[in-house]
C-alpha cells in the first residue's frame, strides 16, 4: 500500500473519529423546557452541562466567556447552543452584575452591564447565564413582551425583579414567570450581612435556621417568587431543580468553585 493510499485512509479515519465525536456531542444535549401556559410563538430553555466541548472543570456546554474556560470552546459552544435551539439571533449575553439593571435586549450594546433583558420584538434572543443563582423568564398571556433575570441572593436584594416587571408596559397581573434551576435552600447557607440585606420581609420568607449558629439556609426560589408577588406578579411555575445537587446535569459554583455556565433563554417568533 503507497504512502498516498495510506495517508487518505488515515486522513479519513480521523474525519469519521471527529464526525463520531461532533454528533455524538450534539445528539447528547439536554435541555429543560419550562411548563407554563404560554402562548405558542414563545419560545424558551435552560441549557444544562450536557453535551459542548469545553474541558475539564468547566466539562460540557459552558456558555460563559467570562470563567476561564479556552475562548475557541466557549464560542464552538455557543454555535451548537445556537443551532440546536435554531435560535433566530446571537442572543443578547449581559457582562451580568448582581444588581438590578435591566435593558431592553435590542436597543443594547454588546455584552452590555445588566442583569436583566426584554423585548417585544420578534427575534431577538433574551438570555441569562448561571451556575446556582436563579434564572428567572417574564411573558405576557398575550405573549408580545418578554424578559430574563439573573436573581442571586445580591440581584433580589437589589430588587432586580421588580425591576424588570416595571419594565413591561402594561399590568404586572398580566405577566408569567417561570423559575429555571437553582441551588436549593438545603445547600445554600448565608450568614447575616446576607439576611440583613434582604430585609425582614425576605428573610421571614425565604430563610430558616442552619445549623451554625448566625447562619441560615437561603431559598433564592421562595425569595423571587415572594418578590414577584410584590411586583404584581401572581402565576409563578418551575424552581424544581438543585444545581449543586444535580452534578452530571448542572454546573455549580458553591459546590464546585471553578466551573462553567448554564444559559436560560426567552425569545419570540413569529406568530
Excluded at 448565608?190 to 451554625?212: E, H
Aim: proline share 6%.
Amino acid at each position: 500500500m503507497g504512502l498516498y493510499t495510506t495517508g487518505k485512509l488515515i486522513c479519513l479515519r480521523i474525519f469519521r473519529a471527529c464526525w463520531r465525536n461532533w454528533e455524538k456531542t450534539m445528539t447528547e444535549l439536554e435541555f429543560i423546557y419550562p411548563d407554563w401556559p404560554v402562548p405558542g410563538h414563545v419560545r424558551a430553555a435552560a441549557s444544562t452541562r450536557v453535551g459542548g466541548i469545553s474541558r475539564g472543570a468547566y466539562a460540557g456546554l459552558n456558555l460563559a466567556a467570562h470563567v476561564g474556560d479556552r475562548p475557541e470552546d466557549v464560542a464552538e459552544n455557543r454555535r451548537i447552543l445556537m443551532q440546536a435551539l435554531q435560535l433566530p439571533s446571537e442572543p443578547y449575553w449581559l457582562d451580568q452584575q448582581h444588581g438590578a439593571g435591566v435593558r431592553e435586549a435590542q436597543t443594547m450594546p454588546e455584552t452590555a452591564p445588566a442583569d436583566a433583558s426584554h423585548t417585544t420584538s420578534v427575534g431577538p434572543v433574551c438570555v441569562v447565564q448561571t451556575a446556582d443563582c436563579l434564572p428567572v423568564l417574564l411573558c405576557s398571556r398575550k405573549g408580545d413582551w418578554v424578559a430574563a433575570a439573573h436573581a442571586g441572593w445580591k440581584g433580589i436584594a437589589a430588587n432586580v425583579l421588580e425591576a424588570t416587571v416595571r419594565a413591561y408596559p402594561g399590568s404586572p397581573a398580566d405577566l408569567l414567570a417561570w423559575l429555571g434551576p437553582v441551588i436549593s435552600a438545603e445547600f445554600y447557607e448565608v450568614d447575616k450581612p446576607v439576611r440583613k440585606a434582604l430585609g425582614k420581609g425576605l428573610s421571614s420568607v425565604a430563610l430558616r435556621p442552619s445549623n451554625q449558629a448566625g447562619h441560615w439556609l437561603l431559598d433564592l426560589a421562595s425569595a423571587a417568587a415572594w418578590q414577584l408577588e410584590q411586583a404584581g406578579v401572581a402565576d409563578c411555575f418551575g424552581g424544581n431543580w438543585c444545581t449543586f445537587q444535580d452534578e452530571q446535569l448542572f454546573y455549580s459554583h458553591r459546590r464546585d468553585r471553578t466551573t462553567g455556565r448554564m444559559a436560560t433563554l426567552i425569545w419570540l417568533e413569529r406568530c
